[in-house]
């Protein structure tokens, strides 16, 4: 299954990438993950990009989220950022597409934005989306500009996530 996230990630980059990369190889251990993951609140949704490097013409990044059945869970759609999930522990119920209810733009300055979202509409949920149940294993695409949020999480989730930015908004780390 790695390899087929590794597989994913690879194509969506080089579909995007027009020019040389300008970073060498970059690995990201699974040492690394899971001390990043060990650093989330266990009640919390938190999400912690672990690095953000420049791949041609895009902007591409690794991070991982942890999810706490406890948490509020909101839904969000990305004007520009592709996303793609590879879940590592624990279930849920994802809400993908149809339309984020109570929608708000989030604001530019705030570090969701600069720094794991790109611009960004946030809402309370989804109406008229898709649910499926993801698990561990389970790798999920999401295109920019389409919702999604949790709408039932199985105690916690972990989850990689990869973010693609061909508008290059977000933050190098």
């Not at 266990?42 to 406890?70: F, L, P």
């Not at 989030?106 to 993801?134: C, E, H, Q, W, Y």
């Amino acid at each position: 299954m790695k390899k087929t996230v590794l597989a994913t990630f690879a194509i969506l980059c080089a579909l995007s990438a027009q020019t040389k990369t300008t970073a060498p190889a970059v690995v990201i251990s699974s040492a690394d993950i899971q001390s990043t993951l060990k650093k989330a609140p266990a009640d919390s949704v938190t999400d912690q990009q672990i690095r953000m490097i420049e791949v041609g013409t895009v902007r591409v990044g690794v991070g991982v989220v942890h999810r706490s059945a406890k948490a509020e869970q909101t839904s969000i759609s990305h004007d520009e950022l592709t996303e793609i999930y590879h879940i590592l522990s624990g279930s849920g119920t994802l809400v993908t597409g149809g339309t984020l209810n109570k929608a708000q733009r989030m604001p530019a300055d705030s570090d969701t934005v600069k720094n794991l979202a790109g611009p960004s509409f946030r809402g309370t949920d989804i109406a008229n989306g898709v649910s499926r149940v993801v698990k561990p294993g389970d790798v999920v695409i999401i295109p920019a500009g389409t919702g999604h949020y949790f709408s039932k999480i199985d105690g916690t989730i972990e989850y990689e996530v990869m973010r693609v930015d061909p508008g290059r908004l977000l933050s190098l780390k």
